[in-house]
T-cell receptor, first 112, second 111 residues
Framework: DAGVTQSPTHLIKTRGQQVTLRCSPK?????VSWYQQALGQGPQFIFQ???????QRGNFPDRFSGHQFPNYSSELNVNALLLGDSALYLC???????????FGQGTRLTVV | QKEVEQDPGPLSVPEGAIVSLNCTYS??????FMWYRQYSRKGPELLMY????GNKEDGRFTAQVDKSSKYISLFIRDSQPSDSATYLC???????????FGSGTRLQVQP
């Protein structure tokens, strides 16, 4: 049973560039949430997708956008990257928006 | 003030000790409480998931929720060096899709 998978594992981008991160949910799950985790901090909620729609959004600017595909996989896009966007980006999946969420290994983004 | 407070540690204990990890919260609406374990540079792993008040046990782990005090705990019995990690508490309530996390407590179990 495949868990939550994220790609890529690491990437380095230049300030002002755009980045796309990808997530495949755990088998049987239909809901994907994205979190940002700065070093030494707990994850912060970015948004959640269910039935291909954004259902709830945290306190993040419009530079952060997402998409969910019919197979439940999801993408997180960040435009106009800032140095402060450097963090571990985590994808979590659940069933029908249930609070019991399972996380992937994360994508470590470094903005230089 | 943060909604969820967690002592960052580090907490250092000898192998075999009983470990107590705690979080306090301010939002009385929270109903669902979770503990995650996160190894360095990895994603969080769900350890315990509880609803409302009470205790839940799973192997060496026991989760306690005291909603009247807005206080949750995770106990680890017979701690092992492999338990060395950061432990994150998280919570939510019906209708709120986001999890609110504490900042994590770093635990070191010395062999």
């Amino acid at each position: 049973d495949a868990g939550v998978t994220q790609s890529p594992t690491h990437l380095i981008k230049t300030r002002g560039q755009q980045v796309t991160l990808r997530c495949s949910p755990k088998s049987g799950h239909d809901t994907v949430s994205w979190y940002q985790q700065a070093l030494g901090q707990g994850p912060q909620f970015i948004f959640q997708y269910y039935e291909e729609e954004e259902r709830q959004r945290g306190n993040f600017p419009d530079r952060f956008s997402g998409h969910q595909f019919p197979n439940y996989s999801s993408e997180l896009n960040v435009n106009a990257l800032l140095l402060g966007d450097s963090a571990l980006y985590l994808c979590a999946s659940s069933l029908k928006g249930d609070t019991e969420a399972f996380f992937g290994q994360g994508t470590r983004l470094t903005v230089v | 003030q943060k909604e969820v407070e967690q002592d960052p540690g580090p907490l250092s204990v000898p192998e075999g000790a009983i470990v107590s990890l705690n979080c306090t919260y301010s939002n009385s609406a929270f109903q669902y409480f979770m503990w995650y374990r996160q190894y360095s540079r990895k994603g969080p792993e769900l350890l315990m998931y509880t609803y409302s008040s009470g205790n839940k046990e799973d192997g060496r782990f026991t989760a306690q929720v005291d909603k009247s005090s807005k206080y949750i705990s995770l106990f680890i019995r017979d701690s092992q060096p492999s338990d060395s990690a950061t432990y994150l508490c998280a919570m939510s309530y019906t209708g709120r899709r986001a999890l609110t996390f504490g900042s994590g407590t770093r635990l070191q179990v010395q062999p």
